[in-house]
């Protein structure tokens, strides 16, 4: 089996485009771990410099401890599968997983042997006989997965093996590759853009922004504790809500976070008070999901936010109100449409604010655009615009658009962040 080691590795091609910038990062012996990102992040060449395909500009690879840099790719133990699994079309099933052992040298009786407890892993024992193009798309990636796992490597690396095929394929397959690879033991790192198939596969993700790794955790720790804003907004559907708010501390009372026209309030007894009281006068950006968020009657006591239903989602299983409570929402590039959330690129487009004219919906995009305003942090940039609080409520509420809503908000899980869109906390990891 196999661990990996980058120390501080960078890659700088020629006309200067930094795709990796010093980024250290451990895979444990077993370990699954997934990169995850969007298009251009640098995951894949982080891969590449991992199979030994591409050099790093600086820095160290580490396979088993040993230094890696100069290892040519055939002598790493890795197999890899990629998005566009290229089989030979001319081959049988059989011959193309059995094809790595062929070169190899083993000789066909073995070979016979170890395609076929392969092939039965996959569930793919039945087409052993077809070529390629009598396969389901599924199919052909279980071949390609075969002929991967066939050579018994120590490590596999994956680079979007599920993005071509359809949801509920994806679905399956996700379960079908972790559960393989974990009975196998081998170590895996697994490239994908999507958040929901890293926070479902992974035993740890890392999280790469502009080639920079933003943060590195199992699926819970870095939902439950993102390390940056970036993170927090990339991570969940829906999406976290991210809004502007001023601090104020009372010293050993409470820290109230103002989020324009309503307060909240950090109790004292909540260690992190101590530190967002330091950010006194200042603006911070407060993280909430929705799942923090819980609708109460009008008249409830406590931390409670107040609005207007701007318009109403049904996801079939639940729906999500957009609620008005007059806070600036903090909108962060590059985190891309939510997936499990079509109507936000509905709503973003142009024909979408068509739509909610038509619908009688506020056209809320365009005076949002007209008021935002854009910070460049050391992160990247991020945008501020009115927005609305994403609350998720039953399948069939008994609210509707216009309506007035409370939410209790569980100021335990809020999450803070400092203009430069690092966490705020205390002790944390
Ligand atoms: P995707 O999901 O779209 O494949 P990625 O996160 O895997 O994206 P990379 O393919 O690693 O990203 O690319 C990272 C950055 O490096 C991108 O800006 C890309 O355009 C750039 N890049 C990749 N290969 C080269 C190259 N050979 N020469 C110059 N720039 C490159």
Not at 160 to 166: I, M
Not at 177 to 206: F, P
Not at 289 to 295: G, H, K, Q, Y
Request: glycine share 10%; hydrophobic share 40%.
């Amino acid at each position: 089996m196999s661990t990996v080691g980058l120390r501080d590795v960078s890659k700088v091609f020629p006309d200067g485009t930094r795709a990796v910038d010093a980024v250290s990062l451990d895979v444990a012996d077993g370990e699954f771990l997934v990169l995850l990102g969007p298009s251009g992040c640098g995951k894949s060449t982080v891969l590449r410099i991992v199979a030994g395909l591409e050099d790093p500009t600086s820095g160290a690879v580490l396979l088993d401890g040993a230094l890696a840099n100069d290892l040519p790719p055939r002598d790493r133990g890795i197999a890899m599968v990629f998005q566009d699994f290229a089989l030979y079309p001319h081959m049988s099933v059989r011959d193309n997983i059995g094809f790595p052992l062929k070169l190899a040298g083993l000789d066909p009786d073995n070979r016979g042997e170890r395609v076929s407890d392969v092939a039965g892993a996959l569930g793919i024992g039945e087409v052993l006989g077809r070529r390629p193009s009598q396969l389901s798309g599924g199919q052909r990636q279980r071949v390609a997965m075969g002929r991967a796992i066939v050579r018994r490597p120590g490590l596999f690396l994956m680079d979007e093996p599920l993005s071509n095929l359809d949801s509920g394929l994806r679905a399956e397959l996700r379960a079908e590759i972790s559960g393989l690879v974990r009975e196998l033991g081998v170590s895996t790192i697994y490239v994908t853009h999507d958040q929901a198939e890293a926070l479902t596969m992974a035993d740890r993700v890392a999280i790469m922004r502009r080639g920079v790794l933003q943060d590195v955790g199992t699926p819970t720790q870095v939902y439950g504790r993102p390390a940056t804003l970036y993170v927090a907004a990339f991570l969940g559907s829906p999406r976290m809500n991210l809004l502007e708010a001023s601090v104020y501390a009372h010293l050993d009372r409470y820290v109230a976070i103002d989020l324009g026209s309503q307060v909240i309030h950090l109790p004292w007894d909540d260690i992190r008070s101590r530190v967002v009281a330091h950010y006194h006068g200042e603006r911070i950006v407060v993280g909430v999901r929705a799942e923090a968020l819980t609708p109460v009657p009008p008249d409830h006591r406590g931390d409670v936010l107040r609005g207007r239903i701007r318009f109403l989602e049904h996801h079939g299983h639940e729906s999500l109100a957009f609620l008005d409570i007059g806070a600036t929402a903090v909108v962060i590039d590059e985190v891309g449409a939510d997936p499990a959330d079509p109507d936000e690129f509905v709503r973003r487009g142009r024909f979408g604010q068509l739509v909610q004219r038509l619908a009688g919906r506020s056209a809320q995009p365009s005076p949002a655009a007209a008021a935002q305003t854009s910070v460049l942090t050391d992160q990247g940039r991020h945008h501020r615009r009115p927005g609305e609080l994403v609350v998720r409520l039953a399948p069939y509420p008994a609210v509707s658009a216009g309506d007035g809503l409370a939410v209790s908000v569980r100021v335990d899980a809020l999450h803070f962040f400092d203009e430069r869109g690092d966490r705020i906390d205390v002790g944390w990891r």
